[in-house]
């Protein structure tokens, strides 16, 4: 499978970015869907998971409230809606196809991951 992210840039704080990415290769709507960040000299970390079939989800705390995860299947896209952005939300971030159709948080929970896309928010 190959993951497409796209949608970053430079935002101010207390603004807004979506996120995309497209799927190819497989059934996209067989697996669950995650968004992951990784900030210089920082671990990769867990953002937001959907479901396979796009009704649950889980949220870091540090977003949670603040942004929404959601997909199209089919669109065989996955997207990240983030508001009241904050210059700690500084990352490249990923998106990931997971091995099982639940939520999962972990990063060895996904075996299929797009090439980033950076996101960097000015205070």
């Known amino acids: 499978v190959q993951l497409q992210a796209s949608g970053g840039g430079l935002v101010q704080t207390g603004g807004s970015l979506l996120l995309s990415c497209a799927a190819s290769?497989?059934?996209?709507?067989?697996?669950?869907m995650g968004w992951f960040r990784q900030a210089p000299g920082k671990e990769r970390e867990f953002v937001a998971s959907i479901n396979a079939s796009g009704i649950r989800a889980l949220y870091a705390d540090s977003v949670k409230g603040r942004f929404t995860i959601s997909r199209d299947n089919a669109k065989n896209s996955l997207y990240l809606q983030m508001s009241s952005l904050k210059p700690e939300d500084t990352a490249v971030y990923y998106c990931?196809?997971?091995?099982?159709?639940?939520?999962?948080?972990?990063?060895?929970?996904?075996?299929?991951w797009g090439q980033g896309t950076q996101v960097t928010v000015s205070s």
């Open positions: 990931a196809a997971g091995l099982g159709r639940t939520t999962a948080w972990r990063t060895n929970q996904y075996n299929y």
């Open positions: 290769g497989r059934t996209f709507s067989s697996n669950t």
